[in-house]
């Protein structure tokens, strides 16, 4: 991960970490009920590895399936209890 990665990475790390399902100030523009993930991704700026390093390493996605379903927010809220 490059310098210039880390810090979107962080906002999206803190974007997760803060993200309330029923709280829409929490969305910060984003609504995870419609969007995708790589929609997400594309918000925040990430590079490609870092999207993959996210979803493989951290959240355990085996294949990148998860990147284009609808309905982010089920990903969003269990992404933190893996």
Known sequence: MSMLEKPRFKSFLQFIHEYKADDSQ???????????MKECYEKFGLETSTEDFTGHALA????????????TDKWLISWWLI
Do not use: C
């Not at 355990?60 to 309905?71: A, G, R, S």
């Open 26 to 36: 929490t969305w910060n523009g984003f609504d995870a009920s419609t969007q995708t």
């Open 60 to 71: 355990l996605y085996l294949n990148d399936e998860y990147v284009t379903i609808d309905h």
